[in-house]
Nanobody
Framework: QVQLVESGGGLVQPGGSLRLSCVASGSEFNLYAMGWYRQAPGKERELVASINSDGSTNYANSVKGRFTISRDNAKKTVYLQMNSLKVEDTAVYLC???????WGQGTQVIVSS
């Protein structure tokens, strides 16, 4: 059974940076598209960024130029580098493997002064 485990969340001031990690169990990680989503209190879950097996990426307009998604297939890990964080980026960030609709448990990001 494939599991996704996120880490790297925390409390950061506006303008700061965080790097989230999502480690996958199982095999053939390199074959799967992966995505980072977020859900803020009272809001719907939204796609933040995704990366395909060929390394092509897609970003929500709200994070373009600030966030970068990447993957290390040897480590079965997908990353989300978040720079210039804003208060409105506060949310639980979740990792997802598109195939099979597999989700991690999430990691909390709080941007506050």
């Amino acid at each position: 059974q494939v599991q996704l485990v996120e880490s790297g969340g925390g409390l950061v001031q506006p303008g700061g940076s965080l790097r989230l990690s999502c480690v996958a169990s199982g095999s053939e990680f390199n074959l799967y598209a992966m995505g980072w989503y977020r859900q803020a209190p009272g809001k719907e879950r939204e796609l933040v960024a995704s990366i395909n097996s060929d390394g092509s990426t897609n970003y929500a307009n709200s994070v373009k130029g600030r966030f970068t998604i990447s993957r290390d297939n040897a480590k079965k890990t997908v990353y989300l580098q978040m720079n210039s964080l804003k208060v409105e980026d506060t949310a639980v960030y979740l990792c997802r493997r598109t195939t099979g609709n597999i989700w991690g448990q999430g990691t909390q990001v709080i941007v506050s002064s």
